[in-house]
């Protein structure tokens, strides 16, 4: 079975406040609270923010690497977004 942490998503109100502030202590919260719960990946999604998405997305990735070493899967239908936010990916 193949675990994928969905909490990271803007969908979520107490995300998507998260993001707008830039709370990166509450990111990394979530994403550690995920791999602990061995979630084989943490899904990364700032599709509430239309507009920002890209700016967002990129900034979800560089903040939830910085608390695990977990793969994130980048969730979005915006191929320009998602390649804006793959730029930010550790190899």
């Known amino acids: 079975m193949l675990i994928i942490g969905e909490g990271i998503n803007s969908s979520r109100e107490e995300i998507a406040r998260a993001i707008e502030k830039k709370d990166v202590n509450f990111i990394h919260d979530e994403a550690i609270r995920q791999a602990e719960a061995v979630a084989a990946y943490i899904d990364v999604n700032a599709g509430a923010f239309m507009g920002s998405e890209a700016e967002n997305l990129s900034w979800l990735v560089q903040v939830t690497q910085e608390a695990v070493e977990t793969p994130l899967c980048i969730d979005t239908p915006d191929a320009k ?7 930010r990916v550790k190899d």
């Open 81 to 87: 977004v998602a390649e804006a936010a793959l730029k």
